[in-house]
């Protein structure tokens, strides 16, 4: 069994990692893993709910959701069902265990001894309010150090057990008071801004509504969107968000698809039209053909992938955890060394020394230095993924933003991918036998030029034959053999690009040739249509099919703003030179590499890569699969309801829009800058704090002050993320 929990209250990395482990140690858990920046664990057991859920508040965690296949409780019922207590023992326990109320009383039991201290009363009245205000808001974090302690783990917790341990030891009441204070507040204030980042990601997981009106029959049913199969009707009135992937069988409408692909204009669906769970239907009613289900949905399958990547840390990430690992038994070595070098060796009076080490405990607490990168990738990949640009990883996020030249594809990338057939010519053969032999060869094929063909042919009214030996040869054209009606011998059909056609044998002559120069120098796509009859090697050329694709209306835009930032461009494409070129000029692309096989833009990336430096590739996600694999960022283009592509690629564009790329970048250089700015601000802050500290000048309390700043403007840094918005060229 495997249940999933949403968690709050979880406000560090390494208290983060302490849960994990510590679930991971119950005899009946298989796997525990816990993602820090949704908040997220996911543990598989035999049975030990209740000891899981226990360990999760024992950590000073709450229950925002909990998921259990199809089922879903809310914190209360968790509460209601587990929490079998009175009500004062409730009341107790919330004051205790960290957060806003502790947070709340503990400064008001503070205040209130502050007021004791300055009218004088009895030295045991004011010292058991402090007592009072340090129980209240270090009761969590003592709990959790003490079991830290046990296990010989070192981590912040223990730091400040020790901290206000001492400042208790060495009399210092108030100072102990305001620390434990502090230290509550600081979690409130982290956990608040941690939530903040997570909230672009956890929208997404509310994008799809959690039932279906199902259209049964003659009846209408609400079903959980679990129980609902492929080929159901599902019914989306006007108003309402789709529940589910699937196809327009009745009704027409214009559909928001901003919330899944980033898309701000209103898209037409008729009848057979696609739509997508999570998407809002503004118009009409409509009937829907599940053609997925649920779990299987394009948003179901960004939501997890999202999860993924954020689960996967990038290497600046993991060597900030390695560091951290050793970061806490160093200080508390310095901290020792602090207390003993000056009072043993140079006679210096030991209670002054004591206190600045317990302001080097506090100030040096790692929590800003650990959160620094997880803030900025949360922040960063959640705000991206709310505009439709999927990043399946912080690496990626990282790579991006070292990116020196961006490759294009050309067909479906720079164009739209839906190329018109402009001419036709025969020769020698009847076209319409010709156009029958390429229909029914093309109609086994997926690529672009095939699709426009087949539309073509059936408009004319023009069927297909069965065919046998069918073969695919990948870049350059297919074959296999056809009987025309009324013959029994099987002739060897071929349609691809004219290269492909000379090397197996198809001769052309000066007439055909001229035709085929006149074609090319328009700027059309062209291929040959050719035969070869019986057993003969040779074959002769049966017709010449121009296709002419158009630019997307974005992509002349994406190009200046990609400029603007810096970057090269090269355009990559299987298409012959004078297609290429006219296209590239269109885009003002300046570099094209023409007639290339799959393997062919693979080769180029590398020279790309090696002369230049990183290079992102993007694609369809199907045929540029090389050379996406190949390139330090593969994006792929049409992610919306092509699983290949979201497999393959590391970004994946899901409006199909050409300007996300810049969007991309500045996101990822920001990002960069402001991790590195985090990392420098966390470690900066706290050394200048631990100078003042072995001068004398800083308190207890203010040390806590400088962590817990320190800790809020990384936080806070990474908040900014959230407001990227792409470059503007007409500036």
């Not at 007021?115 to 808001?137: C, D, Q």
Request: aromatic residues 6%.
């Amino acid at each position: 069994m495997t249940n999933v929990f949403y968690l709050k209250g979880l406000d560090c990395p390494d208290c983060g990692n302490k849960l994990e482990n510590s679930i991971k140690e119950l005899a009946s858990v298989k796997q525990a893993q816990l993602t820090f920046a949704l908040g997220k664990l996911e543990v598989e057991y035999t049975d030990e709910t209740e000891k899981v859920v226990k360990l999760i508040k024992e950590h000073g965690c709450s229950i925002a959701k909990e998921t259990n296949g199809e089922v879903v409780s809310s914190v209360k019922e968790q509460e209601q069902h587990l929490v079998k207590t009175n009500n004062f023992k409730k009341i107790i326990f919330q004051v205790l265990a960290g957060g806003v109320v502790s947070a709340v009383v503990s400064g008001t039991v503070l205040l209130l001894a502050v007021l004791l201290w300055l009218l004088e009363m009895p030295e045991t009245i004011v010292i058991t309010s402090f007592a009072g205000a340090i129980i209240i808001g270090g009761w969590a974090t003592a709990h959790q150090g003490i079991k830290s302690l046990a296990q010989l783990k070192f981590d912040m917790n223990v730091l400040m057990i020790v901290a206000l341990t001492g400042a208790v030891f060495i009399g210092e009441w108030l100072e102990g008071a305001i620390i434990a204070f502090l230290f509550a507040l600081s979690h409130t204030l982290e956990n608040y801004s941690l939530d903040k980042t997570r909230q672009a990601v956890k929208e997404l997981m509310t994008l799809a509504p959690p039932t279906a009106t199902v259209k049964k029959t003659a009846q209408e049913m609400v079903l959980p969107i679990e129980q609902v199969q492929v080929g159901d009707i599902v019914i989306v009135r006007p108003g309402e968000r789709m529940a589910m992937d699937g196809k327009v069988i009745v009704g027409s409408s214009w559909v928001n698809e901003a919330p899944v692909t980033g898309e701000s204009s209103l898209v037409a669906k008729t009848v057979a039209a696609t739509v997508y769970a999570g998407t809002v239907n503004e118009g009409g009613y409509l009937e829907i053909s599940v053609t997925k289900l649920a779990r299987e949905s394009t948003v179901s399958k960004i939501i997890q992938l999202v999860e993924k990547a954020l689960a996967d840390k990038p290497p600046v990430q993991k060597f900030i955890d390695r560091f951290a690992a050793y970061y806490t038994p160093a200080i508390l070595v310095i901290a020792l060394g602090m207390v003993t070098i000056p009072t043993l060796i140079l006679g210096q009076e030991l209670l002054t020394w004591i206190y600045r080490a317990l302001a080097l405990l506090l100030v040096a607490c790692p929590c800003a230095l650990i959160i620094s990168t997880p803030v900025a990738l949360v922040t960063a990949m959640g705000s991206a993924a709310k505009t439709g640009v999927l990043i399946k990883g912080g690496f990626y996020l990282e790579q991006m933003a070292k990116v020196k030249t961006i490759a294009f594809d050309k067909t479906g990338t720079l164009t739209k991918g839906k190329p018109r057939i402009s001419n036709v010519t025969s020769f020698d053969i009847d076209q319409k036998i010709m156009l029958q032999a390429a229909y029914s060869l093309e109609k086994m094929s997926e690529h672009p030029l095939a699709k426009s063909l087949c539309l073509y042919a059936g408009e004319l009214g023009i069927t297909t034959l069965p065919v046998a030996l069918f073969k695919v040869q990948s870049g350059q054209g297919v074959t296999g053999q056809l009987k025309q009606q009324g013959s029994d011998n099987a002739v060897t059909w071929l349609i691809g690009n004219i290269k492909f056609l000379l090397s197996s044998g198809v001769e052309i002559d000066e007439q055909a040739r001229i035709v085929l120069n006149k074609q090319v120098a328009s700027g059309d796509t062209v291929i040959g249509v050719g035969c070869i009859p019986g057993s003969s090697s040779k074959g002769i050329l049966a017709g010449l099919i121009s296709f002419r694709d158009e630019l997307r209306p974005e992509t002349i835009e994406a190009m200046l703003k990609i400029k603007k930032l810096g970057l090269d461009t090269v355009m990559l494409t299987g298409d012959n030179t004078a297609v290429a070129n006219k296209i590239a000029n269109l885009a003002a692309i300046k570099q094209v590499a023409s007639q290339l096989l799959p393997g062919d833009k693979l080769t180029e990336i590398k020279k790309i890569t090696e002369s230049k430096g990183a290079v992102a590739m993007v694609g369809d996600g199907i045929n540029d699969a090389p050379a996406l694999a190949q390139a330090s960022v593969g994006i792929a283009m049409g992610a919306s309801g092509t699983d290949t592509a979201l497999e393959t690629a590391d970004v994946a564009l899901l409006g199909d829009d050409l300007n996300k790329i810049s969007f991309l970048v500045v996101l990822s250089r920001k990002t960069l800058r402001i991790i590195k700015q985090n990392i420098v601000m966390a470690i900066g802050l706290k050394l200048i704090a631990v100078a003042l500290i072995t001068t004398g000048f800083f308190t207890l309390w203010m040390a806590v002050l400088a962590d817990m700043g320190t800790t809020l403007v990384v936080t806070l840094n990474g908040l900014r993320l959230l407001k990227i918005r792409d470059i503007d060229v007409s500036k």
